[in-house]
């Protein structure tokens, strides 16, 4: 058993220092105070002063606590056991079940060798057409939904979650608010997928520290499971907490912030987290789904610029509905060419049509007279939000090809339509309605 | 002579505090002894009897008191036969090897041999017992690929030195002495065909350089045509993300008409070196009937791989590209992500505590990104042939916004700017470069002559396309509407390029000139089109041609008779050409490039 130390120097923010000896670094320690015991991890070693960061926070620590060093990085427990329960950042239950402490393992272990990768190869189906057609999803992928507060981002989520077809689902929750927690389990309980997910959830009025924790947790419970043969999807949210936590012990060590407050590591402390995404030859797979909020609905803002330089695309959720711009799949290649013949053709051109009708409504928005031209895109356009876009448009995704490809042919010629005569010569609607008006 | 060593003060993140016994020097090595584990470190700054150094590792699991060995050397590189092929971390490590003693995940502490010590060469000796040398001089070569693998006089040696003795012709391993030399002291040295060489140093053992003119062919049209990259010169692909950074420098990987490529994958997302990774080695290179991984060497330290080797990284890279420019051929480097190095060095900075500049970069950002692009460059070597390294780097500006230290350091010292522009990638015009703000100093493979007429009727034609917005299509004369129209061609049928179609993927300078006249064409002639109706549906007609023009096999059938559709649909509405097109062509003749 390690000394007791009981002489704390310093206390500022979460962070405490005392002067301990034979300490390493990221070693966690237990402080005793008059409130209970809480988890501190070891951030900065000087000679023999060590600072701690106290995962309940500094609040109400007193200089006279016991500090307790314990020899060990952070752990969680790993087993079949975890299935259906609910945790909070430090891994304590959260709902009436027991503690649990066999099988511990080491959580932010070292990353995948590159080499060892695989190229992503499974399409994951979600009855979306906005994603499935225009930026599927892929199994391994990293992919965060932008948004700003308010819109159904959670629900969103847990669509994808329930129609995936995955093994296990992970629900990392960071500054979750209770009710959002609520949803999350009954939705999942209604869809009898309680049994295959774990929840590790910190809500708003939680510790600040323990929200850093989050992401760690699940990702590597996630990971054994992955080795073990399991598809797993994480679900991160609010991944702009979880920043801003970062943001805040930064602070508090006094380290020169890079842009609007954040460290310069904020990047490399993302990338940590969703770089744990991962197909793992001969066994399972790990796609994380994140939830990016965007202060002041701002792209720009550090959070979700440096998650986007990191994720493998973005959904980007706007009034509702995914936005065709700005919204992106990077590993949609990897699959769209196998799905069907028109997937890829049909899919930028559709893109393409939609970005001339942003710029008709917006010449329209100006007073100008509206040509054909203007005409068959303002017509196109109101299909295709209405159609494809609305998220409540279940569908399989050939269904929604050849849905887009009647949405074209009701509003335009074929060769308006900028796609490549071979597609259009096995694809194009023989009788749309138009061409039937024309003939009357 | 011992070796200096030390011991743990302090941790804070990657960079450890040592109490320092006996001498050290900046950049030196040093090795962090936790458990059994030694953990490679790089010494950044000396402060009296304690080193700050940066460490290529997690950090957990320091403890103060812990001891360091220092190494003597500063940061290197292999270099010698073999290293083709390989697939290397920051710091040289060979990632497959790693993998077959780690398995999936990477290993703290476990340091591999660069090169193959094991494998065999078919060294040919180049010179005699007797002859005078100094570092740089070929010894001897060995097949390696398709290319003759120079073996140097290690780079290090100074001074001239008289060769005792050569192995003959026949089968060495790379450790195996192959040379023997003398200098005027009587000192005599054997040398191997291995040796190391610091990676933050340039390698400028040439006889001149040169200023870059011959075009680098990238077979993507808007690059070689109107945003040409030079052999030996520097260019710079600044993007907002999802912009195509990493597509464009990929597809460059595979089509540019260079030697030897090496993959800089710094920083950045780890899946999209598996592409390369798992593609290449089934992908022929054209060129040559061999797999392009036989051409390829890839740096891969991506972005949750530890933060002081994707430092290291970039450099690592480069110094491969020098050493392979040291054999006469032509070499390009593709780094992604510049930033992502530059923010490695900001971490750094901000742990050292030093005075940040912009954005909380360090004041010497831009000398640092000067020096890196300056080890570009076409050079004559000492035996008359030319060898040239080419870098292409990626930027990753922060929000997008290219008014940010990385970018605006970046293009004062590149010869080429590719801008991406969001509005492109969004409209899914592929590549996003965006044809009004970016630009080359270097000659195009076409003539500029040409080039400038064509991008002139861009920007007229942007101009209109502004126009327009403000007063409509029905205020803007028919003319005009034309020169809308021929500068939306100009953009959608030659200028976007579909990289995932076998044909219009990659196009060659041959091809890009032949249907380059089309283009020219359609740009110069003046037709007889009654109303804009009539003129946005012929230029609709043109354009869905020209893009099947594009797909079609280079000298099909197809090819050709789209190219007839093509001159046939301009003839019929041709009244008459563009005087000063009419000009130009006649000055430069036929001959289009
Ligand atoms: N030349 C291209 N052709 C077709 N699609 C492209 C092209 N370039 C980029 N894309 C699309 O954009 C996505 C993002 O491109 P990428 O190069 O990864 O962006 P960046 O590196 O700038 O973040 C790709 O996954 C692909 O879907
Ligand atoms: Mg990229």
């Known amino acids: 058993m390690k000394k007791i130390y009981s002489r704390i120097e310093e206390i500022a923010g979460n962070v405490i220092t005392v002067t301990a000896e034979d300490v390493r670094y990221s070693e966690l320690a237990l402080v005793t105070s008059g409130h209970g015991k809480s988890l501190a991890e070891v951030i900065r070693l000087r000679g023999n002063k060590v600072s701690l960061q106290v995962y309940s926070g500094g609040r109400g620590v007193s200089t006279g606590d016991e500090v307790q060093f314990l020899g060990r990085p952070m752990q969680v427990s790993f087993s079949d056991n975890l299935l259906g329960r609910i945790f909070d950042g430090s891994g304590r239950p959260r709902d009436k079940g027991p503690t649990l402490e066999e099988n511990l393992i080491e959580i932010g272990g070292p990353s995948v060798n590159p080499s060892k990768r695989i190229i992503p190869r499974n399409m994951i189906r979600t009855g979306i057409p906005m994603i499935d057609l225009f930026n599927t999803l892929v199994e391994s992928q990293k ?3 932008f948004s700003v507060s308010g819109e159904p981002y959670n629900e969103l989520l847990s669509r994808i979650a329930m129609q995936a077809e995955v093994d296990l689902i992970i629900l990392g929750g960071m500054g979750l608010k209770y009710d959002d927690f609520l949803f999350f389990r009954d939705t999942l309980e209604k869809g009898g997928a309680m049994d295959r997910t774990i929840f590790f959830v910190h809500t708003a009025s939680d510790p600040v520290v323990e929200c850093l924790m989050v992401p760690d947790i699940s990702l590597a419970v996630a990971e054994k ?10 679900l991160l949210t609010d991944m702009t907490n979880f920043a801003d936590s970062l943001k805040e012990i930064a602070i508090t060590m006094e380290q020169v912030p890079s842009n609007r407050g954040y460290p310069g590591d904020l990047y490399s402390q993302l990338a940590a987290r969703y770089e744990k995404a991962v197909d793992f030859e001969g066994a399972g797979s790990i796609t994380t789904l994140g939830v990016t909020t965007m202060p002041g609905d701002d792209v720009t803002h550090p959070v979700p610029d440096n998650t986007g330089y990191i994720t493998e695309g973005q959904y980007y959720l706007r009034g509702g509905r995914i936005e065709p711009f700005g919204s992106l799949s990077r ?19 559709m893109i393409r049509l939609y970005a001339n009708y942003k710029e008709s409504v917006e010449k329209k928005s100006m007073g100008f007279r509206m040509s054909e031209w203007d005409q068959k895109l303002l017509r196109y356009g109101a299909l295709f939000e209405a159609k494809m876009m609305d998220l409540t448009v279940n569908i399989p995704l050939e269904e929604a090809l050849d849905l887009g490809w009647e949405i074209l042919a009701e509003c335009f010629q074929s060769d308006e339509t900028g796609l490549q005569s071979k597609l259009l010569d096995q694809f194009w609607p023989r009788k749309s309605i138009r061409d039937e008006q024309e003939t009357a | 002579m011992t070796r200096t060593t030390g011991t743990v003060f302090g941790v804070n993140g990657n960079m450890v505090t040592v109490d320092v016994k006996g001498d050290v020097s900046l950049n030196e090595v040093g090795y962090i002894s936790v458990g059994d584990q030694k953990l490679k470190s790089e010494v950044i700054r000396i402060r009296g009897k304690q080193a700050e ?8 699991g320091i403890g103060v008191g812990d001891t360091v060995e220092f190494s003597g050397e500063m940061l290197a590189v292999e270099l010698g036969p073999g290293l083709l092929g390989q697939v290397y971390d920051g710091l040289q490590n060979p990632l497959p090897q790693l993998a077959e003693q780690a398995g999936f995940f990477l290993k703290r502490g476990l340091y591999l041999d660069a090169i193959d010590k094991a494998r065999s060469w078919e060294f040919t000796p180049k010179l005699e017992a007797g002859a005078t040398v100094s570092a740089g001089d070929t010894i001897g070569t060995v097949p390696e690929g398709i290319f003759d693998h120079r073996i140097m006089v290690p780079f290090n040696i100074s001074g001239e030195w008289t060769v005792r003795k050569v192995a003959p012709k026949g089968s060495y391993k790379v450790d195996d002495t192959i040379c023997q030399i003398e200098d005027a002291k009587g000192t005599t040295q054997d040398l191997s065909m291995l040796f190391e060489w610091p990676v933050k140093r340039a390698i400028s053992l040439f006889e001149e350089r040169y200023k870059p003119t011959e075009p680098m062919v990238t077979k993507i049209r808007m690059i070689d045509t109107f945003f040409p990259v030079a052999r030996g010169g520097t260019y710079c692909i600044p993007g907002p993300f999802g912009a195509g950074k990493t597509v464009l420098q990929q597809i460059t990987s595979r089509h540019a008409e260079v030697d030897i490529v090496i993959v800089a994958a710094c920083g950045e997302r780890a899946g ?10 089934e992908l022929t290179d054209p060129r040559t009937g061999r797999t392009l991984m036989e051409r390829t060497v890839i740096i891969c330290n991506t972005s949750s791989m530890p933060v002081a ?3 290291a990284s970039v450099y690592t890279a480069v110094t491969i590209a020098e050493y392979y420019r040291q054999m006469g051929l032509n070499v390009l480097l593709l780094a992604d992500s510049t930033s992502r190095w530059a923010q490695a060095m900001r971490e750094m900075s901000g742990r050292l505590e030093e005075i940040p500049g912009e954005e909380a970069f360090p004041a010497y950002l831009e000398s640092v990104i000067a020096s890196f692009y300056e080890r570009a460059g076409v050079v004559r070597l000492k035996d008359g042939s ?20 990385v970018t605006q350091a970046t293009l004062k010292v590149v010869g080429a700017f590719h801008g991406l522009s969001r509005e492109r990638s969004d409209a899914r015009k592929y590549p996003a470069i965006h044809p009004l703000e970016s630009w080359s100093k270097y000659p195009s493979a076409i003539n500029d002559e040409l080039v400038a007429y064509c991008r002139d009727i861009l920007l007229r034609g942007n101009e209109v396309s502004q126009m327009m917005k403000v007063v409509g299509e029905e205020g803007t004369s028919l003319e005009d509407f034309v020169l809308y129209q021929k500068s939306e061609f100009l953009d959608s049928a030659y200028m976007q390029q579909n990289s995932f179609d076998p044909v219009d993927g990659s196009v060659t300078i041959e091809r890009q000139r032949h249907i380059f006249r089309i283009l020219f064409d359609v740009l110069a002639s003046e037709f007889d089109l009654h109303d804009k109706d009539n003129a946005r549906s012929y230029f609709n007609q043109l354009r869905q041609i020209y893009l099947d023009y594009n797909t079609s096999e280079w000298e099909s059938d197809a090819f050709a008779s789209r190219e007839a559709e093509l001159v046939k649909l301009i003839n019929e509405k041709r009244t008459g050409y563009d005087s000063t097109a009419e000009e130009i062509r006649n000055r430069v003749g036929s001959a289009v490039g």
């Open chain 1, 143 to 145: 992919l965060p939904i």
């Open chain 1, 225 to 234: 499971f992955a080795l073990q043969g399991k598809r797993v999807l994480v």
């Open chain 1, 331 to 349: 590993l949609k290649q990897m699959v769209n060419d196998t799905t069907r013949a028109d997937h890829r053709g049909l899919m930028d051109g």
């Open chain 2, 53 to 60: 150094m940066q460490v290529f590792e997690q950090t957990g």
């Open chain 2, 272 to 281: 999209e070196v598996v592409e390369t990774l798992q593609e290449f080695p």
């Open chain 2, 309 to 311: 080797s994707r430092e």
């Open chain 2, 386 to 405: 030319f060898g040239s390294v080419t870098i292409g780097g990626t930027v990753s500006p922060a929000g997008g916004n290219f008014e940010e230290p």
